[in-house]
């Protein structure tokens, strides 16, 4: 039997916490990560810092569209 790779996508960035159950998501149950960018991949430091997973296992892909009119909503 082979496992089918299981590959999750994280559009926010809200901060990503070290518990027990986010260590077994990343460092277990999830083969890779695609993220919308690098201010996001950093959320992750806390768990690259403690081995749970490494930036290898996750992709940034920029979203196709200029973001930077939605700066001034928050004025």
Do not use: C
Not at 10 to 16: D, G, L, P, W
Not at 20 to 34: F, K, P, Q, T
């Amino acid at each position: 039997n082979q496992r089918i790779p299981l590959l999750m996508s994280r559009h926010n960035s809200m901060t990503v916490h070290t518990g027990w159950a986010n260590r077994w998501l990343y460092g277990s149950a999830i083969d890779h990560v695609v993220l919308t960018s690098n201010a996001i991949r950093e959320k992750y430091r806390p768990l690259m810092e403690r081995k749970v997973i490494s930036e290898d296992r996750m992709t940034v892909i920029h979203p196709p569209f200029d973001l930077s009119q939605f700066d001034r909503a928050y004025d």
